[in-house]
């Protein structure tokens, strides 16, 4: 793999599989700006590495990630800072986690809010312990999630609800209930979750890797998830510039 030093990142490599390590636990590995990134350049790179065939999402053993950073997220929302640089920086991570063509697994410990819940669910494949939560707080501050990669998973009455009715702790979803709903494949004790991502990952890797490639394309084409957000993105600025009188 290409030399490329991160501050966000650790990336770890084990025979055909990239842990890609969240650091930034003093902000509970909030995803800023720069973060997010850093995120888009590993995965580029990792897309180019012929010896990778999948990458595995970890946030360590306390949590995933808080989602993305508040105090950035909130500046725009008030009106302070850029609307239109965020939500292309937000766009662009979310179209390269969307294109990715080798195997994404969200190995989760703890909670994943926000967007953080949403990079779980983009990804192909989700690994959870037993005290893992799921939110969106974010919406209580006038930040809109994402809406239609749960549809693909739950419906659209459950993805509804997802998204406008877990914003406080107590109606965070719970790993079993999430295991229930589908969103999470593989349900795990504490302080298993990476170990049985890796098995997953090097589970599939048996199989030869243009099968592989062709699922995960399929399932992009049949989810056609790219048009989707393009969509979903347009509406959602448009509506912030009407409430930000821009």
């Known amino acids: 793999m290409e030399s490329k030093n991160f ?10 599989i990239c842990i890609l390590n969240f650091n930034r636990l003093d ?9 997010r990134s ?22 360590g053993k ?17 009106g302070e ?11 662009l991570f979310h179209e390269t986690l969307f294109n990715f063509p080798k195997l994404l697994i969200a190995a989760i410990n703890g909670y994943a809010l926000a967007g953080a819940f949403d990079l779980t669910v983009i990804c192909h494949l989700r690994v959870a312990s037993r005290n893992a939560l799921f939110g969106h707080p974010e919406i209580r501050f006038g930040a809109c999630p994402l809406f239609f990669p749960y549809m693909g998973l739950v419906g659209r009455g459950k ?14 979803l719970t790993a079993e209930e999430a295991y229930r709903l589908n969103i999470v494949n593989k349900l795990v004790e504490p302080g298993e979750t990476l170990e049985e991502a890796i098995k997953l990952a090097k589970e599939i890797n048996k199989s030869p890797e243009f099968v592989v490639s062709q699922l995960i394309n399929v399932n992009k084409l049949n989810f056609d998830r790219v048009k989707a ?11 912030m ?5 821009k």
Not at 39 to 52: P, Q, R, T, V, Y
Not at 159 to 172: H, I, Q, R, V
Not at 229 to 239: G, K, N, Q, T
């Open 229 to 239: 957000f393009d969509r979903e993105i347009e509406i959602i600025l448009e509506s």
């Open 81 to 91: 800072g850029d609307y239109e640089a965020f939500v292309e920086s937000n766009h």
């Open 27 to 35: 902000k509970k590995n909030a995803l800023s700006t720069d973060m």
């Open 7 to 16: 501050k966000y990142l650790n990336l770890e490599f084990k025979r055909g």
């Open 38 to 59: 850093e995120i888009i350049d590993a995965l580029n790179i990792l897309e180019d590495d012929k010896k990778i065939r999948a990458v595995i999402f970890y946030g």
């Open 159 to 172: 993805a509804l609800e997802l998204t406008l009715n877990t914003g406080s702790k107590e109606n965070f």
């Open 62 to 78: 306390d949590f995933f990630s808080a989602g993305f950073d508040r105090d950035e997220v909130q500046k725009v929302v008030q």
């Open 241 to 245: 510039k009407n409430l930000l009188g």
